[in-house]
């Protein structure tokens, strides 16, 4: 019922900055609580950052001041502004939607290197 596409992916230097976007179609989007996920060759997939349906926001340790989820219902779009970018914030970023069930994007690459 719910289809994600992660776009603003790309190659970053340390210290800069990125602003991933998921826009997700459908009629109830506002419903769904929305998270990023990341995934780095040979390791698990792990929670970034995530927002409610009411706009309350987690973020893991690792991107805590650093990363900043929000999300325009309007727009059917949820966001993940990335700064001070780091080389160990190079993975692959998932969007999530969950509400009764989950959903995954496709990803979307972000390589921080100099």
């Known amino acids: 019922q719910v289809q994600l596409v992660e776009s603003g992916g790309g190659l970053v230097q340390p210290g800069g900055s990125l602003r991933l976007a998921c826009a997700a179609s459908?009629?109830?989007?506002?419903?769904?609580?929305m998270g990023w996920y990341r995934q780095a060759p040979g390791k698990q997939r792990v929670l970034v950052a995530r927002?409610?349906?009411?706009?309350?926001?987690n973020y893991a340790d690792s991107v805590k001041g650093r990363f900043t989820i929000s999300r325009d219902n309007a727009k059917n779009t949820v966001y993940l502004q990335m700064n001070s970018l780091k080389p160990e914030d190079t993975a692959v970023y998932y969007c999530?939607?969950?509400?009764?069930?989950?959903?995954w994007g496709q990803g979307t690459q972000v390589t921080v290197s100099s």
């Open positions: 999530n939607a969950r509400y009764t069930t989950n959903f």
């Open positions: 459908g009629s109830i989007f506002s419903r769904y609580a």
């Open positions: 927002i409610s349906n009411i706009g309350i926001t």
